[in-house]
T-cell receptor
Framework: KNEVEQSPQNLTAQEGEFITINCSYSVGISALHWLQQHPGGGIVSLFMLSSGKKKHGRLIATINIQEKHSSLHITASHPRDSAVYICAVIGDDKIIFGKGTRLHILP | DTEVTQTPKHLVMGMTNKKSLKCEQHMGHRAMYWYKQKAKKPPELMFVYSYEKLSINESVPSRFSPECPNSSLLNLHLHALQPEDSALYLC???????????FGPGTRLTVL
């Protein structure tokens, strides 16, 4: 079993839909990253959180440390949100990446 | 300046070539990272430098040789690579280890 599991692996939705991507982990962590990677390859760090909830524009990230679970939500999704979203957890001495969720928003 | 820059964007090299990848940041970050990413896979950590000293080497073959000449620069020297080393090489930096990382655009490397 992978130490970081993301779901779904792939997600196609219509423009305007509310999107949720989930990340579960099995190791102790100090913080969790949500990253966005567009087809060109560059990675953008969206959030780093260790408790509670953070919001930036249409993006919201939550984490429940007790349940070892985090979610990334996108409100009013847009085709430009199409990308791979990667969850990465920061443990004692390493960073562990999930396999990513490939999101495709149709116009 | 909140950017991590990487050069070159693309690199094609033969198995006998010697080349270098460069990464630069001017955010005053003291931790810098090299990652390798194959298509449709998550990034894999290769090296971490903390305060210009090698902190983590994830059992990377010696044909990859990192160098951190100063706090703003990180190089990855390549020699005698194999075709399976073809990948996207990403650099990242953070204020110190284990804080939020900022990624560069990557260098897409092809080994012939």
């Amino acid at each position: 079993k992978n130490e970081v599991e993301q779901s779904p692996q792939n997600l196609t939705a219509q423009e305007g839909e509310f999107i949720t991507i989930n990340c579960s982990y099995s190791v102790g962590i100090s913080a969790l990253h949500w990253l966005q990677q567009h087809p060109g390859g560059g990675i953008v760090s969206l959030f780093m959180l260790s408790s509670g909830k953070k919001k930036h524009g249409r993006l919201i990230a939550t984490i429940n440390i007790q349940e070892k679970h985090s979610s990334l939500h996108i409100t009013a999704s847009h085709p430009r949100d199409s990308a791979v979203y990667i969850c990465a957890v920061i443990g004692d001495d390493k960073i562990i990446f999930g396999k990513g969720t490939r999101l495709h928003i149709l116009p | 300046d909140t950017e991590v820059t990487q050069t070159p964007k693309h690199l094609v090299m033969g198995m006998t070539n010697k080349k270098s990848l460069k990464c630069e940041q001017h955010m005053g970050h003291r931790a810098m990272y090299w990652y390798k990413q194959k298509a449709k896979k998550p990034p894999e950590l290769m090296f971490v430098y903390s305060y210009e000293k090698l902190s983590i080497n994830e059992s990377v073959p010696s044909r990859f040789s990192p160098e951190c000449p100063n706090s703003s620069l990180l190089n990855l020297h390549l020699h005698a690579l194999q075709p399976e080393d073809s990948a996207l090489y990403l650099c990242a930096s953070s204020q110190i280890e284990r804080l939020q990382q900022y990624f560069g655009p990557g260098t897409r490397l092809t080994v012939l």
